[in-house]
């Protein structure tokens, strides 16, 4: 139970930090969320909980096939000027697109 929101509490304060951040240095709090530190946080912590290197592995594998297809989340908002697209629209394209990434990921895990 101490496991579970002792990982809540410090990914509560790593999302606040950042979000905060990026009010006041946008570059340093753009350059710190493409950092894996939510993989190494969760690989860390599924680690010291179930204590499997294999599944951790098999964890680490499956997130290094996730990034690039986690890329067209931001698809919409690079053409956002291009395509005048309000912040909300880009938003939802790029969720939809990440629906539409989960299959591209599937297939690509079964080539690992």
């Known amino acids: 139970m101490y ?3 002792g990982k809540t509490i410090i990914a509560a304060v790593l999302i606040s930090f950042v979000s905060w951040l990026s009010g006041r240095k946008l570059a340093l709090a753009g350059f710190l969320t493409a950092l894996p530190l939510t993989t190494l946080l969760a690989l860390a912590f599924s680690h010291l909980e179930f204590k ?22 931001f698809l ?14 880009c938003y939802i394209v790029g969720i939809l ?16």
């Open 52 to 73: 499997d290197p294999e599944q951790s592995v098999a964890y680490a594998k499956s997130v290094f096939a996730a990034i690039p297809v986690s890329l067209l989340f």
């Open 3 to 5: 496991l579970m929101i």
């Open 76 to 89: 919409p908002f690079l053409l956002a000027n291009k395509l005048n697209l309000s912040f909300w629209t």
């Open 97 to 112: 697109l990440l629906g539409l990434g989960y299959f591209i990921h599937q297939a690509l895990l079964k080539g690992f």
